[in-house]
């Protein structure tokens, strides 16, 4: 059956509102962990000073200087178990990947491009998903690398969709 160009002007400008969505989540997260690394680790280096400080002067019990110097290493602690900055990398690569594939549906593609070819782009975005879920699942889930550096990630899936496998 054979579709209108208004049908694939409908269909690209779809993708389109879908990719720029996807771009505009990853930026905001990418910003959020980046932020968050950021703030921890200022907070741990301003408390780690203060412990200084107050433990040279007699401002405070050393029960209180021993809780204030014990924040560093919990916020340390805290940032590497959830990995906001490699997170916020890993959000970043997705988004510029994502950036990629609109690029490509607007400016390397016909003014209106087949029904064919706006299938192949989306079918990227699929695979770069895909992609970006193994890279999750091996490095940034949530587990005890930040004490045990033998533990590792388990992949949430195996293999690929029959869809997303590449044509041998």
Do not use: C
């Not at 690394?37 to 433990?55: K, N, P, Q, T």
């Not at 593609?109 to 193994?134: F, G």
């Amino acid at each position: 059956m054979e579709y209108s160009t208004q049908e694939e002007t409908k269909r690209k400008d779809a993708l389109i509102t879908d990719l720029n969505v996807a771009i505009n989540f990853e930026d905001s997260r990418t910003k959020w962990n980046h932020a968050t690394s950021f703030i921890l680790l200022l907070l741990a280096i301003v408390a780690s000073g203060m412990a200084a400080i107050l433990g040279l002067g007699s401002v405070l019990s050393a029960r209180w200087i021993g809780v204030i110097a014990l924040l560093p290493t919990l916020l340390v602690l805290f940032e590497r178990s959830f990995k906001f900055e490699q997170r916020g990398s890993w959000h970043k690569r997705k988004r510029n990947r994502l950036e990629d594939l609109r690029d490509q549906l607007i400016y390397q593609q016909p003014a209106t491009p087949s029904l064919d070819q706006i299938a192949a782009i989306n079918k990227k975005k699929h695979q770069l998903n895909y992609q970006m879920q193994q890279e999750w699942d091996t490095g940034l889930l949530l587990n005890w690398t930040a004490i045990d550096t033998h533990a590792r990630g388990v992949s949430q899936t195996k293999e690929p969709p029959q869809s997303l496998q590449q044509a041998k």
